[in-house]
């Protein structure tokens, strides 16, 4: 995977993780209506268009992922990951962080929770599958910590904000998500063993290939943005960095 630096922006690279996932984020009205329409977002929507772009930011050993829009119509995340990156961007960081902040664009551009009929949480264990190819970025490119970031309706699956976490094989997956529920002020959602209820969700095939990973969730209806939400989603990726020290 070959990061190019922008010019445009200092201290920002981008790759693709692949070139067939892409969408125009725009004819999504809920999502394009909540984003600033600044340079950066600007750069990022017309990136999109052409797969899932992964961008990179800081330098250090310790490299982290915040991952959004494995569902694509999960929208809080994905707005809070551009405002993340809107914040970071020019600073001096001493880690590598990446952003994924449309896993699948197309998905995002049709407000749906699948990419072409598939859960990409529950499949990233087939091999080239989107959400495996995400999977195989994390581990080519060495990535050591990985946040997914999602949104998750009453009356759905969790259905109440909550971090989920697995103890093994990967146990910092655990302490991170006490971390992060603890500062937010939500629930854990723990399993002793990743991948035992469900197959192949991101978070889950991250801790059995040895990358402590969690899935952070805030409450808001599909396919739309409610108040507060993004600003959620937010803290809860702010915490997951700040376990880190970002
Ligand atoms: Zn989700």
Redesign the pocket.
Known sequence: MLFKKIDEFENLEIAYVCDFSGGYISRNKQLFGNIELNKLNQFILEKSVFGTPIFKMGRGNKKLLILSG??GN?LSPQIANLRLMNELIGNDIDLSLYFIPFAAPKSSMNNE?TFNSLDL?RSSHIKNSLSNLILNAVLDLGIDFVGDF???AINSNPGFESVFSSKSPSPESFLIANYVARSVGCDVISYDFAGSSYKGAVEDVCNLKKVPAV?C?VLCPFGNVVRGSVDRSYSQMKSFLDYFGV
């Open positions: 494995i569902h999960e929770r949480n999602h949104s998750t899935t969730e």
